[in-house]
T-cell receptor, first 114, second 114 residues
Framework: AQSVAQPEDQVNVAEGNPLTVKCTYSVSGNPYLFWYVQYPNRGLQFLLK??????LVKGSYGFEAEFNKSQTSFHLKKPSALVSDSALYFCAVRLNTGFQKLVFGTGTRLLVSP | KAGVTQTPRYLIKTRGQQVTLSCSPISGHRSVSWYQQTPGQGLQFLFE???????NKGNFPGRFSGRQFSNSRSEMNVSTLELGDSALYLC?????????????FGDGTRLSIL
């Protein structure tokens, strides 16, 4: 069965500092990996995806993520955090089966202080 | 291009009632999935539809059902509502199954059961 772990409930970082939100996954095949962000009273907003190819994936709003197959990780990163990045971040995995079902992690709340 | 539209945004029902939620996908998107988001269980997959056919179903009781129309719009229905059905229900659309494209989410319907 597929599963995703986000080991940190909350990450605190000062504005201008780099940020990392951690994600590890467990699947039996080749994973498709995604990061989404959720602002209060809103749905999920797509940030980036890894399907195949280059292990470093660049996404929206300056975010990037590195796929590491040996460590089964897909950590989200940004070189310089903004206060407006404060939100709930979800990592998700989907198998290359043709089905669209996403399995999500429990989410990590990012707090960027001024 | 308009995003995924979910109606209504908020609903209040009482135990035992039934409810129907609506989702209009992004124009041209033919695959629609539904998720339930709760503080305790996180994001859980409900169902996936394509070409008016349910392709995949999550681990929810039969009180939860859905359908998709020929214009790709989708509805989900919950009968005999229970307190535990209080949640944010999210709809997501994508071009088609098997494509390497992310799902795009609406802002959800927040259902409260009294």
């Amino acid at each position: 069965a597929q599963s995703v772990a986000q080991p940190e409930d909350q990450v605190n970082v000062a504005e201008g500092n780099p940020l990392t939100v951690k994600c590890t996954y467990s699947v039996s095949g080749n994973p498709y990996l995604f990061w989404y962000v959720q602002y209060p009273n809103r749905g999920l907003q797509f940030l980036l995806k890894y399907i195949t190819g280059d292990n470093l994936v660049k996404g929206s709003y300056g975010f990037e993520a590195e796929f590491n197959k040996s460590q089964t990780s897909f950590h989200l990163k940004k070189p310089s955090a903004l206060v407006s990045d404060s939100a709930l971040y979800f990592c998700a995995v989907r198998l290359n089966t043709g089905f669209q079902k996403l399995v999500f992690g429990t989410g990590t709340r990012l707090l960027v202080s001024p | 291009k308009a995003g995924v539209t979910q109606t209504p945004r908020y609903l209040i029902k009482t135990r035992g009632q039934q409810v129907t939620l609506s989702c209009s996908p992004i124009s041209g998107h033919r695959s629609v999935s539904w998720y339930q988001q709760t503080p305790g269980q996180g994001l859980q997959f409900l169902f996936e539809y394509f070409s008016e056919t349910q392709r995949n179903k999550g681990n929810f009781p039969g009180r939860f059902s859905g359908r998709q129309f020929s214009n790709s719009r989708s509805e989900m229905n919950v009968s005999t509502l229970e307190l535990g059905d209080s949640a944010l229900y999210l709809c997501a659309s994508s071009l088609a199954p098997g494509q390497n494209q992310p799902q795009h989410f609406g802002d959800g319907t927040r259902l409260s059961i009294l």
